[in-house]
């Protein structure tokens, strides 16, 4: 099994940035597809980015140009770069991941709160 911490969360005011860390163990880490997901109060769970083992990765369009994934398969760690952030980018933030051949991201960690101030 994989288990997945996030690190990084905090408050910062709009037009800042923030790096998310998510620390993941197993000897498959680097077969693995990685994703963050975020959550905002009312609102249904999204999936902000993600990065296959190959390194292409997707980003939602509300995101793009302003955060950043990427992965260290040494290091067994997905990081979510994230700038210019703005108040609605206020959630909390999860790592997650998936085999790469399986639809369904699997695997999570416990959430970090990304909060951004106007």
């Known amino acids: 099994q994989v288990q997945l911490v996030e690190f990084g969360g905090g408050l910062v005011q709009a037009g800042g940035s923030l790096r998310l860390s998510c620390a993941a163990s197993?000897?498959?880490?680097?077969?693995?597809?990685m994703g963050w997901f975020r959550r905002a109060p009312g609102k249904e769970r999204e999936l902000v980015a993600s990065?296959?083992?190959?390194?292409?990765?997707y980003y939602v369009e509300s995101v793009k140009g302003r955060f950043t994934i990427s992965r260290d398969n040494v290091k067994n760690t997905v990081y979510l770069q994230m700038n210019s952030l703005k108040p609605e980018d206020t959630a909390v933030y999860y790592c997650?991941?998936?085999?790469?051949?399986?639809?369904?991201?699997?695997?999570w960690g416990q959430g970090t709160q990304v909060t951004v101030s106007s």
């Open positions: 197993g000897r498959t880490f680097s077969s693995l597809v």
């Open positions: 997650a991941a998936r085999g790469p051949l399986t639809a369904l991201f699997y695997y």
């Open positions: 990065i296959t083992s190959g390194g292409v990765t």
